[in-house]
Each structure stands twice: as C-alpha cells, then as structure tokens.
C-alpha cells in the first residue's frame, strides 16, 4: 500500500516545485509532489495554469538586481549534470542580446535600461558579456535592423531553455530518488501543526512533517495561504509565428526595448525557431499588452487561459519581425497565432522564498522562475528542510510580503 504520510509535500510540480522536489528527494526527505498536468486543451480549461507550458525561454545571466543574475548563475552551472542525469535534454546554445536605446548624453540611465550594469553583473557572476555600440551591433549581427540608435550587450554562451522538458527533468531526478508524483490539484491544506493534513480534488489526502507551496502566478488565487501575498498576476499573450524550419530565420534570443523619440515601441522577447508540440516551427514575440489585464481570482485566470489570448498582439509583433528580419526572411513568416501566458510580479522585486507560517513555506516568481529555477529549488528545500536559512545570499531579500 502506497504511503500517505511524508516528510515533505510539495504542492505543485512545475519548474520550481519540481526542483524543490528534487532536492528534498535528494537530502534524503520523503517526499509528495502533487500537481495538475498540463490540459490537453485549454479552452475547456477550468483550473489553475502554469506559465511554463512552452517551449523555450532565455536561459542568461543578463539581468537586474545581481542577485537575479546570481540565481540564474547557480542554477544553469547545475543543468549538464541534471540533464546526464535524466536523460532529458532541456538546453540549446543561442546568443542572448539586450538591446536597448543608449542613455542620452549626460543622464543616468534607469535600473533596467542600464546596459552597463547588465555586463557588470553578468561578469560579477562569471559569464563573459561584450557591449556593443550601435555601429558594432550592425557589424556583428549584419542581417539584423535594429532600431537607430540602440545598443547591445551580448551574452554568447547563453541557453534556450524549454520550460516543459526542465519539469520533466526534475520530476525524473526527484522520483528516481524516491519522491512521490501524483498528478492532482491539492484543495485544502490544514491548520498548523505537527503535521499537516492536505486534500486533493479527487479526494486523495496526506499527510506531511512540512508542506511546500510552489503554486506561481495561481498562489493566491488557490486559497492555500492563510493570507494573501503581495503580488500581482496578469493575464498575457504570446505570439506564435510559423515560419518552414529553424534554418528559415536567422535569429538569436532578443530582449528587445524598442524605442523612437521617446515612445516605447516594443519591450519583450523575440525568440530564435523553436518547434512545438504541433510538430511546426515558430518564432515567439511577447505580446504588447503584458501587463494590461490584472487577474486576482482562481475563475478570472481561468476564464482568461480560455480566450486563448489577445489576437491584437499578433500585428504589433509582426511588425517588429518585418523590420527586424532581412525582406527573404521576412517574406517566409507564415501564420500567427497567439497562446495565453500568466505572468506574476512580486512587490519587492525577488523572488519569495518564505514560510507562511511554521511549516507551511512558499516559493514564487514570476519571469525568471524558468532559468533560476534549480536554484530556488534548492533554497527552498533546504528552508523546508531544516526550518532555516542557511544560504549566503541574505534571507531579507527574500522574504515574503503579505497584504
């Protein structure tokens, strides 16, 4: 007879729960892991949605604050060793550019347009990062038209990380080491106590020394926390655009801040081809409206995932590939289609890794939770498991905020 009592359960088995799970797992822990699979077809959706339902996200250490950088940093130095592991390849080579519009003349530039500081922080964290003036970007990437007056820093060893397959690869890693996988949505955790009694909607319930909650954008919407966080959720959009093969666009990893007098043009993601589960092609755009619909409850997100996303994103993008792209290029992008996305924003800018009351602890973030996921897996393995911080990086920068 299967076990209904652990050590640990880890409520929910995306990237991070998934890590979380894996790390336990290998401390020796006895662990649960429950989680919902990914829907089959999400405009019948009714339930929680994870943000890691893709197919590639930049795996780089071009970020801000460093401490960003330092995450991404520990957990990418761990991939080759999970992926010899498991068998799961997850990874692929691709340089990684920030381009951004140069800072006028005698103005500081802000935190996050601030392309010395990324090169900075990438080297505090020891990757090698090249700034590259707006003639050096045309030279480098010749086939390329950015915006005039934009400048780069170039990440050359960076990764395509696919979200689904790096699950898939902690999942593997935590249950060879004995963790338990059920696929199901916990519905009730119980009060405090010795142990903590937990309930799923098939009715399944368990029983755990400490319980770990890595829900993402769906934590407060689940009604698992005896107290909301302080975090926003928005509903977004990525745009899918075919195009022959991966050969057919000639493209690295782009954060692109596009700007012309003033007017931000563009501020997301282009992605280099990357084939998804339909067996096509598709170069991914971020949507232009990420932060324009806020989402609070478990039936908004829900109803958001069943619209399947904005199609009037689907222009915006286009139009930064038809500029972006030489004419040939260009004239091979085929049919758009947009897929809903959530996207989770913490108030104090880092990720919370934090108990919500004795043994209860939570973990989120929201647009690095793919690369640094190993990462805050193992911080918050190891808080769960020990009941405190042992990590050199200040635990202050993690705490949670509540409302």
Known sequence: MRSTE???????????????????????????IVG????????????????????????HVLEVPLVASLLAARSIRRFGELAERTGVEFTRPVHS????????????????????????????????AEHLSESRLRERYPHLAFEPGHECVVQRDALIVNPRDLAAAELAAAT?????????????????????????????????????????????????????????????????VEVPGPEAVD??????????????????????????????????????????????????????????????????????????LPAEAAASLGPARVRPCLVSRNRNGHPYVDHADENLVVVVEGERGVMAADELGRLTASLAATGRWTDGIPHRLFQAEWT
């Open 97 to 128: 550019l920030a381009v951004m519009p140069a800072a006028p003349e005698g103005h500081e530039p802000s935190e996050w347009f601030d392309l010395g500081r990324l090169m900075r922080n990438a080297q505090d964290v020891g990757y090698s």
């Open 36 to 59: 919902p699979d990914e829907p089959a077809d999400h405009k019948g959706h009714d339930g929680v949605w994870s943000g890691h339902y893709d197919q590639g996200r930049l795996g």
């Open 251 to 324: 493209l690295p990893g782009i954060m692109y801040y596009k700007q012309r007098g003033g007017e931000l043009l563009f501020g997301g993601i282009v992605m280099s081809p990357l084939r998804y589960p339909d067996g096509r092609w598709y170069v991914k755009c971020s949507g232009a409206g990420l932060l324009d619909n806020p989402l609070g409850t478990r039936e908004e997100i829900a109803a958001w995932v069943r619209t399947g996303g904005s199609a009037a994103d689907i222009e915006p993008a286009l139009a930064v590939l038809r500029e972006l």
């Open 176 to 240: 060879a080491a004995g963790a338990v996988l059920v696929r199901d949505e916990i519905t009730e955790i119980g009060p405090p106590g010795r142990r903590r009694g937990l309930t799923a909607g098939s009715g399944a319930s368990w029983t755990a020394d400490a319980v770990v909650l890595a829900t993402g954008a769906s934590t407060n919407a689940g009604g698992l926390l005896p107290r909301r966080l302080a975090m926003d959720v928005f509903g977004a959009t990525v745009v899918l």
């Open 6 to 32: 652990f050590d640990v359960a880890v409520v929910g088995a995306g990237p991070i729960g998934a890590a979380t799970a894996r790390h336990l797992a290998d401390r020796g822990a006895r662990v649960l």
